[in-house]
């Protein structure tokens, strides 16, 4: 009996001193806001750049401080996730548009359209209309975009000129792509012409090339299977199996394509322009191109923005900081100075510095291809989503599926991840 | 009824048992009643959890993926319980003999236990690489054209095997050395007289006398390998096409990728009750075949 009693005691004591571990609060006296920031866009090469923004924003809001922290972007969602489920919500973090949608229909994000009427001294067309709009969720505005980037059709040249092939231009089509990379592959020199990677977010895009969707308009119907996807998953997969222009998984064998590229293997290469400064030290000469399309041009587009908290307590000061990094010619600057992505400012002066910059010659076409972008296909359970097209692509890459039966079998299993 | 001194004694030891007994209270104790309660759930973390009753458990019986990656486990174990333990016992044997080495040997086999699974997984994942890879390149030579090992659904859950076979190898191992030199010379110099050969040796001496040892060993690994996650993450996250999916990789995606903490907590109470049923099993079975001597 008594020992029974001993370990309630044991229990209680422990109760105790677990709670008087919790609860404390953190108000600043005198109106000085401390503010924090959760982020995982810098990474450690751009640490240094977010320290100068965050100098030049407290600068200018000598009562507000930024307490930022950062995490890798594999751990960054599930870290945030906890928080926000543990009541230790960040004041500002930083969500990529594809998450964005998950955090606003869940009712994580504070609406910033009043915060937005109130403020003079913004007026959203200081931003890239298209990419201001991305951080939208049933019409309210629930974010600001702070940088974007797209992807865009690398070249080698020197690869280009010993076939004695005409650089791609902008009104290439996929047959034009495939006669130059039939041209240009020389599998005894491991040389191959293209190179796009069979995976869900190269589907999306190249089947928009073809003027397929994986959803229509309104998001309520999966539009998996339809003609237009089967024939642009075809044409991914043939590249590969029939024409041997692109290299297989096997041939790859764990090289990252990026790498393939750097080494003068790939004479094509469609990948981000956060490559630029990776592709800096080539020894040959490169330049960049819009996508060829099928009967349509396409761009990836992705998107970081930054989202206020429902439940902060410094909604004011929170909101000059997402506007600070979002539309102040400050933080583009800095962005554009150490190459961090692009700034969504439409300063045309901005601009014009990141335009100058080489290689590649032709950074116009990261503007131009804004015209045509395709932002990813995002449902609420879009984790799910890209699992279930993971598994079945891979599918259809090992020749274990046929493109028509793959889609098939996706339909309706991706129009049940809609119906929830 | 305790005495006076008897109490004094008793929060004396609980003093001391406290830190461990606060530690496993709150890191394992409240999360895994938590897990239970969650799971009859919806919770994704941000809104509050909402009661559905056994909805999760209801749905699990449809789950394609849940099938299989409990295949796929299943799988894994078949491969991985019979070679670790014949392998193990094998080496035990060897090295039990006053060989030249043995010393070098017995830690040879023991450094994969003690190096992270992180480790081990990515240099398999290079010796498994089919053109530049060590394996494909031994295979070569003697004029077998290897698979693409990870990139091949059927070869994925093989490599994956060997490889967990190759680091718990010295674990098991020196298990059975320690049951092998609990084994009394008198026996052997007994049957030696007698003019028995080494294989009946083997099979009516040493094997019936690490009868417990390999009933503790058995357990253990199967335990082990229902958990086996580390180097399925690593080395192929599930893929190719989904051919090394299993469990606990189930638990980790539904819980942090789609954050569906009811439903993952509804998978590992199936995964504990499945332990949990098998190693009822064995404990009654034991009584039948394992002998713990005097």
């Keep these: ?420 | 009824m305790v005495g006076d001194k008897g109490f004094k004694k008793f929060l004396v030891i609980c003093i001391f048992l406290l830190p461990n007994f606060i530690g496993f209270i709150f890191f394992i104790g409240v999360p895994i009643l938590a897990s239970f309660g969650l799971s009859f759930t919806e919770w994704d973390l941000i809104s509050n959890p909402s009661w559905i009753g056994i909805e999760h458990y209801k749905a699990l019986l449809g789950d394609e993926e849940f099938r299989s990656a409990m295949f796929h486990t299943f799988y894994f174990i078949a491969g991985y319980l019979p070679l670790v333990m014949s392998g193990a016992l094998g080496i035990a044997l060897v090295l039990n003999k006053k060989i030249r080495g043995r010393v070098f040997f017995r830690a040879a086999y023991f450094v994969p236990v003690i190096t992270s699974w992180v480790a081990v997984s990515l240099i398999w994942k290079w010796l498994f690489n089919p053109t530049y890879g060590l394996i494909n390149y031994g295979l070569s030579l003697i004029g077998v054209s290897g698979p693409a090992w990870l990139h091949d659904p059927t070869w994925a859950m093989p490599a994956i095997i060997l490889t967990s076979v190759w680091k718990d190898l010295g674990f098991v191992m020196v298990i059975y050395l320690a049951g092998l030199q609990g084994i009394s010379p008198t026996y052997y110099e007994a049957a030696d007289i007698d003019g028995a050969s080494a294989w009946q040796k083997f099979r009516n001496i040493t094997l019936p006398l690490l009868n417990s040892t390999t009933f503790f060993v058995l357990i253990i690994s199967l335990i082990n390998s229902f958990q086996v996650f580390d180097q399925v993450m690593i080395m192929t996250e599930g893929g190719p096409a989904g051919s090394t999916t299993v469990l606990v990789q189930q638990i980790y995606k539904h819980a942090f990728d789609y954050y569906e903490m009811g439903y993952a907590s509804a998978i590992s109470w199936v995964l504990f009750f499945i332990i949990f049923g098998v190693t009822l099993v064995q404990m009654k079975l034991q009584k039948r075949w394992v002998d713990y001597g005097n």
């Design chain 1, 1 to 420: 009996m008594k020992k029974w009693m001993g370990m309630v005691a044991l229990l209680v004591m422990v109760m105790m001193v677990a709670a008087g571990c919790s609860s404390e609060t953190s108000q600043g006296d005198d109106g000085k806001v401390e503010l924090d920031y959760f982020t995982f866009s810098p990474g450690e090469a751009h640490e240094k750049d977010l320290k100068k923004m965050i100098e030049e924003f407290e600068k200018q809001n000598p009562n507000i401080t930024i307490n930022y922290e950062m995490a890798a972007f594999e751990d960054y969602f599930t870290k945030l996730q906890t928080r926000l489920a543990g009541g230790d919500a960040p004041d500002t973090f930083e969500l990529n548009y594809e998450n964005f949608v998950n955090y606003a229909s869940k009712g994580a994000l504070m609406d910033l359209d009043n915060l937005i009427q109130e403020d003079s001294d913004f007026s959203s067309d200081q931003l890239n209309q298209e990419a201001f709009k991305a951080f939208q969720y049933n019409g309210k505005q629930y974010g600001m975009v702070e940088s974007f980037s797209n992807v865009v059709l690398f070249y080698n040249k020197d690869l280009f000129d010993e076939a004695g092939v005409d650089y791609p231009t902008a009104d290439w089509t996929w047959e034009d792509e495939l006669a130059a990379a039939q041209k240009i592959t020389n599998k005894e020199e491991g040389v191959y012409g293209t190179y796009a990677p069979i995976q869900f977010w190269e589907f999306y895009k190249t089947i928009a090339q073809n003027g397929g969707s994986v959803f229509n308009e309104d998001m309520t119907k999966a539009t998996v299977n339809s003609e237009a996807n089967i024939e642009a998953l075809q044409w991914m997969v043939d590249k590969v199996n029939k024409y041997n222009v692109t290299p297989s998984e096997e041939e790859l064998s764990g090289q990252s394509n990026g790498d393939l590229f750097k080494a003068g293997k790939i004479a094509m290469l469609r990948t981000g322009i956060w490559m630029f400064d990776g592709f800096k030290d080539t020894d040959f000469e490169w330049d960049i191109a819009l996508e060829p399309g099928k009967t349509q041009k396409a761009h990836h587009f992705f998107a970081n923005g930054l989202a206020v908290s429902k439940d902060t307590e410094h909604a004011e000061a929170a909101w000059k900081w997402v506007k600070f990094m979002s539309a102040s010619e400050e933080a583009a600057q800095i962005r554009i100075d150490n190459a961090w992505e692009l700034p969504a400012v439409s300063n045309e002066e901005l601009v014009q510095d990141y335009l100058e910059q080489t290689p590649p010659e032709s950074r116009q076409v990261v503007f131009d291809a804004l015209d045509s972008l395709v932002v990813p296909p995002v449902i609420e359970e879009w984790n799910k989503l890209t699992d279930a097209f993971s598994k079945e692509l891979d599918l259809v890459k090992l020749g274990d599926k046929t493109p028509e039966e793959a889609l098939n079998d996706l339909q309706p299993k991706v129009q049940d991840l809609i119906d929830k």
